[in-house]
Every structure is written in structure tokens, then in C-alpha cells.
């Protein structure tokens, strides 16, 4: 019985032990150079992906400043010789000659939180992370003076009452990191024969409808790879993606703009392709609405737009590639007549194009991008 008792006290001073070094170890300290940072919220490190994050104001300390632009939506972080430039809506990071760098920007918790190892790789910042009572995330540049043993063992004491004051406060809070969407694209099932259909329409109208996003890409390349071209509708008063605008206009597909609201439509439409020709040296007239009760379709023709509408609108935000593809296919199984198909930028449409393309390929039907000289269907 004693021997169970001390086995017992044994096993209580563990659990406790583990329970004080998880709390201690939950709070996470950011070093400038030789000095600690306030422990606030907006300057506590936090994991995410395997890399390690801090708030974007903690790099003004290297006289690097940081302002916003594209009405928030971009966060520019600049020195004399460097400009980083993370679009939060898109994830996009970009430098000042416009290479694509790899790691986004992400808002936790209403605070804009930058990768520190891309952070210092461009602006020739170091970092480090140390293990001690409470991990350290110590961030340097040339001023620094002390080594990362000589730091903690400088600043034990000081970060010790940092965090005490920190936990008297009661303001313990980690940052809060939602789950991220599964934005995997849905993997092209293999190639399988197919079989001729009896009817099918000789050509087809391919448009894909909405914002470009991070699926938009592998249906340029698609399109590439069977000789097809398509138009890409996209909200009149959405933000361009210079690149993608760019290389679907090289790779011979078109430009839309979607309408749907009333109020100023010309003024909105003249606004967008003023920057896309400032992009692409072109401009588009084709217009399409997902409102079907449009009021002002004349006051639209009247500038010089042509309006569509969609025939058949794949529903690849509702079903996987094989489910939406064989909806279309067989709608067009009955078919000799010209329709424009509208798939969007989902998980699911790469694969649901390449599906269509395939059958398409079989039975000698083209594709084809909508142009102002078509006649609308």
C-alpha cells in the first residue's frame, strides 16, 4: 500500500510537471535584436503550416514600413531595397520585379501575420527560434550584439516577469487559427474509350463564369492541351489578376464581364475594360448576366456590348467532376444545336473540363470562345 502511495505521488508530480511546462510553453515571445517585444497580441509568434508567423508590425522595427493598398485588400512591406506585396484576398506574394513567391500572408484573429523565414530571406533579416522557459522567436539584423545563448541567458529574468505580468492581466490568448479549406483540386479521373455519340452539336461556346482563383489556372492549361479556347466572364467590378488575364489572352481565349446590378452598368463596364486595356492592349464587349430579370439589357447594347446568356450552366460547386460533365453530356446527347456551356472555378472544373474535352475530342466537336462578332444564342 505505502509503495502504491509513493507511485501515485510519483505519477501527480509528473502530470504536474507536464502541465506547467505545456502552460509555459503555449506563450510564445518575440526578440528584436537584443530586446524583447511588449507581449501583446499583435506581437505574439504563432505556427501555421510548419512555418512560423508574426504580426506585420513587427517588422517596422528594421525600418521596413508597411501600408495598404487596393482598398485593403494588399498588405506592401518596403525598404529602400526591397517590396513585398501580399494580396490577402487572392494569397498571392509578390516582389518588386513580380515573381511569385511562395509563402502567403494570413489574417488571424483581425491581424495581418507575415512568414518570418520569407520576411528575412528577402530583406536580409536572420531568425531564430530558441527553446528555453518559454519559446523565442528572435528576429536580427546587423545590430544585433548577442548570440542566441548569450540573449537568454541576458534576459532570463526579464522574460520570466514579461510573461507573469502577461498572465496577471489575464489576457492569455493564443492566436486562433481556423481550419484551412480543402482546396485541393479533384484529381482528372484516367482515361477511359469512348464510345461516338449519334447527336451532338458540330460546335459549342466554352465560358467559365466568376472570379479567378486558385483553380483558375489549371483550366489554361487544359484548354492548352486540347487546342480549345474559351471565355472567362468576370464580375464587371472584380480586381483583374494581371498574370492570368495575361496568359489566357496570349493563349488565344477571351474576356467577359458579368452584370448583375443595375445602378451605373455602362460607367462600371467602360471602367473595367479602360484597365484591362491597359493590361492586354485590348478590350472586350461581351457581356453576360446571372440576373434574368435585367432591366437595362438596351442601355448596355446601346454602348456598343453584346449580351449573352448561358445554355447550360455546369454545377460544379454542387457535384464532383464525373457528375457534372456526364450532366452536360447528356444534354447534349440530344442536340444538334449550338449552346454556350458555363462551367465556373471550382474544386471540381478542371476535371469536369477535361471530361467534356475528352468527349469532345472523340466526337469531333469544337470549342470555341465567344467573340462581339458572334450572334448571341
Not at 221 to 247: E, G
Request: aromatic letters at 10%; hydrophobic letters at 40%.
Amino acid at each position: 500500500m505505502k509503495r502504491a502511495k509513493q507511485i501515485l505521488s510519483f505519477v501527480i508530480l509528473i502530470a504536474l510537471f507536464i502541465s506547467m511546462h505545456a502552460n509555459a510553453s503555449s506563450i510564445v515571445l518575440t526578440a528584436v535584436n537584443d530586446s524583447f517585444l511588449p507581449l501583446e497580441d499583435n506581437t505574439m509568434p504563432t505556427k501555421k503550416s510548419g512555418e512560423w508567423y508574426v504580426p506585420y508590425n513587427v517588422f517596422n522595427n528594421f525600418n521596413i514600413i508597411s501600408y495598404m493598398q487596393d482598398n485593403g485588400d494588399s498588405l506592401v512591406m518596403q525598404n529602400d531595397n526591397q517590396t513585398i506585396t501580399f494580396s490577402l484576398s487572392q494569397g498571392y506574394t509578390y516582389d518588386k520585379n513580380l515573381n511569385t513567391l511562395s509563402q502567403p500572408a494570413y489574417n488571424i484573429n483581425d491581424t495581418i501575420y507575415l512568414p518570418v523565414k520569407l520576411m528575412c530571406a528577402q530583406f536580409g533579416l536572420s531568425f531564430s527560434v530558441i527553446t528555453a522557459e518559454n519559446l523565442i522567436v528572435r528576429i536580427c539584423d546587423q545590430n544585433a550584439k548577442l548570440s542566441d545563448s548569450n540573449f537568454v541567458a541576458n534576459t532570463t529574468q526579464n522574460s520570466e516577469e514579461i510573461v507573469d505580468d502577461y498572465k496577471n492581466d489575464g489576457k492569455i490568448e493564443i492566436p486562433v487559427i481556423k481550419p484551412e479549406p480543402d482546396n485541393t483540386p479533384e484529381p482528372i479521373p484516367p482515361e477511359q474509350p469512348i464510345t461516338p455519340a449519334t447527336v451532338r452539336p458540330d460546335y459549342i461556346y466554352l465560358s467559365f463564369m466568376g472570379e479567378i482563383n486558385e483553380f483558375s489556372g489549371d483550366l489554361l492549361d487544359t484548354l492548352q492541351l486540347y487546342y480549345a479556347n474559351a471565355t472567362f466572364f468576370i464580375p464587371v467590378d472584380s480586381k483583374l489578376d494581371d498574370n492570368f488575364i495575361r496568359k489566357a489572352i496570349v493563349l488565344g481565349n477571351n474576356i467577359g464581364f458579368i452584370v448583375n446590378d443595375e445602378q451605373d452598368i455602362v460607367n462600371k463596364l467602360d471602367s473595367a475594360n479602360q484597365k484591362l486595356f491597359r493590361l492586354t492592349g485590348t478590350m472586350s464587349r461581351i457581356v453576360i448576366s446571372e440576373n434574368q430579370n435585367l432591366q437595362n439589357i438596351d442601355e448596355i447594347k446601346n454602348a456598343g456590348y453584346t449580351v449573352w446568356k448561358t445554355s447550360l450552366v455546369a454545377q460544379d460547386e454542387k457535384y464532383n467532376a464525373s457528375k457534372t460533365a456526364q450532366n452536360i453530356l447528356n444534354i447534349l446527347d440530344n442536340t444538334t444545336n449550338p449552346c454556350v456551356i458555363s462551367l465556373h472555378h471550382q474544386k471540381s472544373s478542371n476535371a469536369a473540363l477535361t471530361l467534356i474535352l475528352r468527349d469532345f475530342k472523340a466526337n469531333n466537336v469544337k470549342a470555341y470562345k465567344i467573340t462581339a462578332a458572334n450572334t448571341p444564342i
